[in-house]
Each structure stands twice: as C-alpha cells, then as structure tokens.
C-alpha cells in the first residue's frame, strides 16, 4: 500500500517558477516508478512526466519538455516536479502516481494516485 500527497502548489505569475513535491508512505518506494499528471477544468486528464525508480530515466509530454524536471529522492520518499517558464495554459490540478513497473504516459498503468494539489498560473 502506498499512500501519495501532493504540496507545493500555489499561484504564480506567467514566466515564475514552482516546485511540486509528492509524499510517499511505505518502505518500498524506491521499487516504484512515478509520474505526474494534470488535469485543467473541462479537459481530460494529461501526462506530464515519469520518472523511473532510480532517477536514472526520464520522459516528459512534448507541452512540458525543456520547462519541468521530475526528480526523486528515495532516502525522503519524495519526488519533486520543478515548473520553471510558466504559462497559463500550465494552469491545472497536478498528481503524482505510482506504480511498481514503468508506465510512462498511460495513467491506466498507475496504480496509486494523490490528491492533487492546484497550481494556478495568472497572465
């Protein structure tokens, strides 16, 4: 069983940064691979980045790419997600999800999912 919660989120300036960080209970978090999705009102929800249980590997949606970095840190049981260069169109409810095997972009293949934590970003 594990348990994700989400913080860092806020309101931020278009071009701000923030940083996202997802809270993992369970002593086996280093055995899972993480992804952060989000959700805006009326759209479905989106794959933003994957990172898989070492940190060594890395996938990002083409929308974030060069703006967002996933890390982890196992000895913390926490993952982060850096948001640097945003937009309002970045403006959404951000999760973390977890899962034993990698899944990448496919949400069906997360098994475990946070709350969400909204980050609005103004123009």
């Known amino acids: 069983q594990v348990q994700l919660v989400e913080s860092g989120g806020g309101l931020v300036q278009a071009g701000g940064s923030l940083r996202l960080s997802c809270a993992a209970s369970g002593r086996t978090f280093s055995y899972y691979a993480m992804g952060w999705f989000r959700q805006a009102p009326g759209k479905e929800r989106e794959f933003v980045g994957a990172?898989?249980?070492?940190?060594?590997?890395?996938v990002y949606a083409d929308s974030v790419k060069g703006r967002f970095t996933i890390s982890r840190d196992n000895a913390k049981n926490t993952v982060y997600l850096q948001m640097n260069s945003l937009k309002p169109e970045d403006t959404a409810v951000y999760y973390c999800?977890?899962?034993?095997?990698?899944?990448?972009?496919?949400?069906?293949?997360?098994?475990?999912w946070g709350q969400g934590t909204q980050v609005t970003v103004s123009s």
């Open positions: 990172i898989n249980w070492s940190g060594g590997s890395t």
């Open positions: 999800a977890a899962n034993q095997r990698w899944s990448g972009a496919d949400p069906s293949g997360y098994y475990y």
